[in-house]
């Protein structure tokens, strides 16, 4: 297999702004570039499964390589040391999504 691009580190979307409104950084992360957003997204799966186990085997194929390409991700060190917060945001949505992996085949 082939090394995943590293993460890039784009720092007006990393932290949130802290000054008040400025029309020059974004006040908040867009949920769909926040890993704490992402980090809930497995226990949602799961108990939507759990709820519709008919959807499982369909979903499953197509869900569970998304989920490894995430796991493969690795940051550049560059990345890390500008924003530590992001870093272990970035961990705990790996933490989570490997959970569910090891949930689904029970």
């Known amino acids: 297999g082939s090394t995943p ?7 007006a979307a990393e932290e949130p702004s802290t000054s008040g ?3 020059s950084t974004p ?11 992402l980090t809930e997204c ?3 799966v799961m108990l939507l499964f ?14 569970v390589p998304h ?8 940051p550049t060190p ?5 924003s530590q917060p992001r870093y272990k945001e970035l961990i705990a949505c790996q933490v989570k999504s490997l959970s569910f992996l090891t949930y689904l085949p029970r």
Do not use: C, E, K, W
């Not at 759990?50 to 869900?63: A, D, G, K, M």
């Not at 989920?67 to 690795?74: A, E, I, P």
């Open 5 to 11: 691009p590293p993460i890039a580190n784009d720092a």
């Open 50 to 63: 759990q709820l519709y186990p008919t959807f499982i085997s369909t979903n499953i194929p197509t869900l």
């Open 78 to 82: 560059t990345s890390i040391a500008s």
């Open 67 to 74: 989920m490894m390409n995430g796991l493969s991700l690795r």
């Open 42 to 44: 497995p226990l949602i």
């Open 27 to 37: 006040s908040h992360l867009s949920s769909m570039r926040s890993f704490r957003v």
């Open 21 to 23: 409104t400025s029309n």
